[in-house]
């Protein structure tokens, strides 16, 4: 049974930092490439950044390039989500996601997700 836990969300003032984690089980976790997307209330979940599966390639979305960074440790079966200077608008539930061998940005691509956890940046 393949199963995500995300960990490290939490309640943060703007300007903050945050890291994420995801650890993995129940599957391969060095064939598969691994997301971060987020949620917020009343809208779509939205694709935050991706990671290859050997980690050499990553990708972000245009808000948090550049704030956020995405890394795995295959020892570990954990992908990160590493956090700098948050926003309000960062405020939303952050799922990781796998995906077999190869990233995408959309959500419907993944096979696998975590329960979620929620990060809440106040201004």
């Known amino acids: 049974q393949v199963q995500l836990v995300e960990s490290g969300g939490g309640l943060v003032q703007a300007g903050d930092s945050l890291r994420l984690s995801c650890a993995a089980s129940g599957l391969t976790f060095s064939r598969y490439a691994m997301g971060w997307f987020r949620q917020a209330p009343g809208k779509e979940r939205e694709f935050v950044a991706a990671?290859?599966?050997?980690?050499?390639?990553?990708s972000y979305a245009g808000s948090v390039k550049g704030r956020f960074t995405i890394s795995r440790d295959n020892a570990k079966n954990t992908v990160y989500l590493q956090m700098n200077s948050l926003k309000p608008e960062d405020t939303a539930v952050y799922y990781c996601?796998?995906?077999?061998?190869?990233?995408?940005?959309?959500?419907?691509?993944?096979?696998?997700w975590g329960q979620g956890t929620q990060v809440t940046v106040s201004s």
């Open positions: 990671i290859s599966i050997s980690g050499d390639s990553t």
């Open positions: 996601a796998a995906r077999l061998r190869v990233t995408s940005s959309s959500p419907r691509n993944y096979d696998f």
